[in-house]
């Protein structure tokens, strides 16, 4: 199983930014994903899911509202799209095959002035 992140970055408070993560190494469209992330000393938190058929979709009360899950099964990728970053957003994020312990290599994003 492999997870290859990217689109990470600097951002002013107010941006956007996508996050992508392309999976290998097992059926993609047969599993829900998941994404999360990390601050220092902290740990690591729910931020959204998606299920096999993005159908269902979940978020944590902090993003509710300005990111949104997305999959691609064509394309093995699930995408997050964060709008009106927060310097609150500012961590670690990374993928995660939910349920399993498979997770991407993460990717940082700093929202800052």
């Not at 220092?40 to 159908?55: L, Q």
């Not at 099964?73 to 498979?102: E, F, G, I, W």
């Amino acid at each position: 199983v492999q997870f290859v992140q990217s689109g990470g970055g600097l951002v002013q408070p107010g941006g956007s930014l996508r996050l992508s993560c392309a999976a290998s190494g097992f059926t993609f469209s047969s599993y829900s994903m998941s994404w999360y992330r990390q601050v220092p000393e902290k740990p690591r938190e729910f931020v959204a899911s998606i299920n096999d058929n993005s159908a269902a979709t979940n978020y944590a009360g902090s993003v509710l509202g300005r990111f949104t899950i997305s999959r691609d099964n064509a394309k093995n990728t699930v995408y997050l799209q964060m709008n009106s970053l927060k310097p609150d957003d500012t961590a670690v994020y990374y993928c995660h095959r939910s349920l399993y312990s498979d997770w991407g290599q993460g990717t940082q994003v700093t929202v800052s002035s």
